[in-house]
T-cell receptor
Framework: SQQGEEDPQALSIQEGENATMNCSYK?????LQWYRQNSGRGLVHLIL?????REKHSGRLRVTLDTSKKSSSLLITASRAADTASYFC???????????FGTGTRLTIIP | SQTIHQWPATLVQPVGSPLSLECTVE??????LYWYRQAAGRGLQLLFY??????ISSEVPQNLSASRPQDRQFILSSKKLLLSDSGFYLC?????????FGQGTRLTVV
C-alpha cells in the first residue's frame, strides 16, 4: 500500500504549546498535503508542499518535507483549543492525480 | 466559486437493502471525483475515483460500485448492503492538487 502513516496516532498538549505530527510514505511523490478534520465533518485542506520544496509556512503552520527519508512533519505553533481535530497527510504521485491519505493524528488541545 | 454537495448527511439502512449516495460539484468542469470511506477513528480508504464521465477506477474489491453519469455527478451504490458497509463516506473533488470534500454521509447498516 502507498498509504502514508502519521505518528503519533493521538496527541494531547496544553493550549499555547506547539504540536508536531509526522507522516511517512513509501514511494516518490509529486507533492504532499496536510488536511484537518473536525469530528464528523469533511476534510479541509491546510497546506501543500511539493517534492522540490523542503519547508513551507502558512500562518501558525509549518510543514517540512524530507524526500530522502520519505517523511514530512506538520508543526502547529501556539496551539489553541480550536486546533483540536484530526490531521491527515495525503500524497500525490507523479502521473497520478489520485490522493492517498494516511491514518491521521488525533490532536487534543487542553485549555 | 466551487462547491460540493453530498447527501444525505445520515442514513440508517437495513442489511440487504440498496444504497445510493449522491455527490455533485458546482463551479468547475471535468473535476477528478473521489469516494472515500472512513471507519470510526480511522484514516480514509479510497474506494473509487473518476477522471471523467463513465471512467471509474475501483481501489478495493467490495460490495459497492460507483458511477459518473454526468461530469459533475458521482454516485456510490450498492445492490445489497452488508453490516460491514457501515461507515462515514466522503466525496471529494480536485483539479490537480488540493482536494475539496463534502460534509460526509454517516451510514449505519442495521
Amino acid at each position: 500500500s502507498q498509504q502514508g502513516e502519521e505518528d503519533p496516532q493521538a496527541l494531547s498538549i496544553q493550549e499555547g504549546e506547539n504540536a508536531t505530527m509526522n507522516c511517512s510514505y513509501k514511494t516518490s511523490i509529486n507533492n504532499l498535503q496536510w488536511y484537518r478534520q473536525n469530528s464528523g465533518r469533511g476534510l479541509v485542506h491546510l497546506i501543500l508542499i511539493r517534492s522540490n520544496e523542503r519547508e513551507k509556512h502558512s500562518g501558525r503552520l509549518r510543514v517540512t518535507l524530507d524526500t530522502s527519508k520519505k517523511s514530512s512533519s506538520l508543526l502547529i505553533t501556539a496551539s489553541r483549543a480550536a486546533d483540536t481535530a484530526s490531521y491527515f497527510c495525503a500524497t500525490q504521485y507523479f502521473g497520478n492525480e489520485k490522493l492517498t491519505f494516511g491514518t491521521g493524528t488525533r490532536l487534543t488541545i487542553i485549555p | 466559486s466551487q462547491t460540493i454537495h453530498q447527501w444525505p448527511a445520515t442514513l440508517v439502512q437495513p442489511v440487504g437493502s440498496p444504497l445510493s449516495l449522491e455527490c455533485t460539484v458546482e463551479g468547475t468542469s471535468n473535476p477528478n471525483l473521489y469516494w472515500y470511506r472512513q471507519a470510526a477513528g480511522r484514516g480514509l480508504q479510497l474506494l473509487f475515483y473518476s477522471v471523467g464521465i463513465g471512467q471509474i477506477s475501483s481501489e478495493v474489491p467490495q460490495n459497492l460500485s460507483a458511477s459518473r453519469p454526468q461530469d459533475r455527478q458521482f454516485i456510490l451504490s450498492s445492490k445489497k448492503l452488508l453490516l460491514s458497509d457501515s461507515g462515514f463516506y466522503l466525496c471529494a473533488w480536485n483539479a490537480n492538487t488540493e482536494a475539496f470534500f463534502g460534509q460526509g454521509t454517516r451510514l449505519t447498516v442495521v
